[in-house]
């Protein structure tokens, strides 16, 4: 394809967060004149050490009446502890409050797709991706 003359194609390595920013605005103002809701929300668990140090975290966003966890890690010397689980149910309470009705992640066969199994999450889709490997979609109904 031709790229029009008065535009320049630009491939980044290292986009600004101010460019990422403006494609996120422009696509909420987009699903926003078809689908009104509450904005995207945007919030973290942790633990921390006395010092403050991370030793487990979650990331995740709210939206549309949908949770999606972004990350959860927890340090070496912390797994096997029930920490993931806390996050999981800290986030998911979370959740709840900001008005979502499930949940869903993705993670690949070499992390932790059965933990979120015994959590209730279902999978719903797969990649053969990387190679070798596979990653899972999956979702949770967080009741009403």
């Given amino acids: 394809m031709i790229v029009p003359a008065d535009l320049r194609l630009s491939v980044e390595n290292d986009p600004t967060g101010e460019d990422c920013t ?17 904005q995207p929300r945007h919030f973290a668990v942790f633990l921390r050490s006395q010092e403050g ?14 949770l999606f ?9 912390r797994r096997s502890q029930g920490l993931g689980r806390l996050l ?16 869903w992640l993705d993670t ?21 991706h990387p190679p070798g490997a596979k990653r899972y979609f999956l979702r949770k109904s967080l009741g009403s």
């Fill in 88 to 103: 999981m149910v800290e986030a998911e309470q979370r959740a709840r409050a900001l008005g979502c009705h499930s949940a």
């Fill in 108 to 128: 690949f066969s070499f992390q932790a797709p059965g933990f979120y199994q015994k959590l209730g999450y279902e999978i719903f889709g797969t990649l053969d």
């Fill in 22 to 38: 403006f494609l996120d605005r422009n696509i909420d103002r987009l699903n926003e004149e078809r689908w009104p809701m509450p």
């Fill in 53 to 66: 140090k991370i030793e487990a975290g979650l990331d995740a966003f709210s939206y549309g009446g949908w």
């Fill in 69 to 77: 966890v972004h990350n959860l890690w927890i340090t070496e010397a």
